[in-house]
């Protein structure tokens, strides 16, 4: 009876250690995956704020363009 009573409590000690591992990693998992949630949501704020500047600059060129492409028919209009 005592036998089989240590092998019972040799076998819950192995389980609680590999629950215990399976924990570990699991915390572990939470933890990387928090990270790359956070990591994400500031690439995809970066990303849009990249996105505006460009676009505020496209805006920008556009408007100049303009501005020369009219000097350009004025010229036109002056030089007939």
Known sequence: ???SLDELLVKIKTIKEEVD???FRVLNTRTHMETIEK???KIGKEILEGFHIVSNKVN???EEMKKV???LEDLQK???
Do not use: I, R
């Open 1 to 3: 009876m005592e036998k």
């Open 60 to 62: 920008h060129l556009e």
């Open 69 to 71: 492409e009219k000097l």
């Open 78 to 80: 002056n030089n007939k």
């Open 21 to 23: 591992k399976v924990e």
């Open 39 to 41: 990591s994400t949501e």
